[in-house]
């Protein structure tokens, strides 16, 4: 069984920074994709990244494209978001994600396999 455990989240103000981080444990961890999602109050699970864990693709949300960078450290089996120019609207709560293999797009909820319990970010002044 894999589990995901975020960390890094907190309140900061607009045009300030963060980092998450989500550790990965499990007998043998090796993802296809892992994925960072968020969830804003009354609203779905959106996708936000996602690296394809060998090789290192990436991908992102066109509003959070030029201010979060997603990168992994294969050895730690560690993911991290840095977010940098933080909006209000990026408040929310940040899950990250892991696939087993691929299952399409890898921008939906549906398909990734195990989830972390989340991380609360809120960008207020």
């Known amino acids: 069984q894999v589990q995901l455990v975020e960390s890094g989240g907190g309140l900061v103000q607009p045009g300030g920074s963060l980092r998450l981080s989500c550790v990965a444990s499990g007998r043998t961890f090796s993802p296809y994709f892992m994925g960072w999602f968020r969830q804003a109050p009354g609203k779905e699970r959106e996708f936000v990244s996602a690296i394809k864990w060998s090789g290192g693709s990436v991908y992102y949300e066109d509003s959070v494209k030029v201010r979060f960078t997603i990168s992994r450290n294969s050895a730690k089996n560690t993911l991290y978001l840095r977010m940098n120019s933080l909006k209000p609207e990026d408040t929310g709560v940040y899950y990250c994600?892991?696939?087993?293999?691929?299952?399409?797009?890898?921008?939906?909820?549906?398909?990734?396999?195990?989830w972390g319990q989340g991380a609360q970010v809120t960008v207020s002044s």
């Open positions: 994600a892991a696939a087993r293999g691929p299952n399409g797009s890898m921008k939906t909820p549906v398909e990734y396999d195990y």
